[in-house]
């Protein structure tokens, strides 16, 4: 059995400015587990940087607040009980655009590492804040 407590977990920083909890991941709770899940924050009025994953997919889970998505060159409002999927390679990030925190979870498969994000730089953004990715 593999089981975590919230408040023994100590958050950091990732590569794309979020701030998380590695809630369940192989390097730290057992290596039988083949996928990750994290607690994901970003403060009101911020946004994480934009990035893509080209070896695992993603599932974002928002838990509470709300913000605006992108992925690919979509751009859409999410809310807590929303849910995304995000495949390998996909560009994507998000801005909260709320007064609270932006809470969500986000599972990775395979699990979570820094190494296996690519940060997009500069994020390219056209009159209206919408990035352009093409």
């Known amino acids: 059995m593999i089981k975590t407590e919230y408040e023994k977990i100590e ?18 709770h057992g290596a039988e587990l083949r996928m990750s899940l994290a607690e994901a924050r970003v403060s009101p009025g911020k946004e994480t940087t934009l990035h893509r994953h080209p070896h695992f997919q993603e599932i974002y889970h928002f838990l509470e607040g709300e913000g605006e998505m992108c992925l690919g060159n979509a751009r859409f409002h999410v809310a807590t009980g929303d849910s995304v999927f995000i495949p390998a390679g996909s560009p994507h990030n998000v801005r909260n655009t709320a007064a609270i925190p932006l809470r969500f979870l986000c599972c990775c498969s395979p699990p979570y ?11 390219q953004k056209d009159s209206h804040g919408i990035h352009n990715l093409s």
């Open 11 to 28: 958050p950091y920083t990732t590569k794309d400015g979020s701030t998380i909890r590695e809630l369940l991941h192989p390097s730290k």
């Open 113 to 123: 590492t820094h190494d296996g994000t690519e940060l997009i730089e500069p994020m």
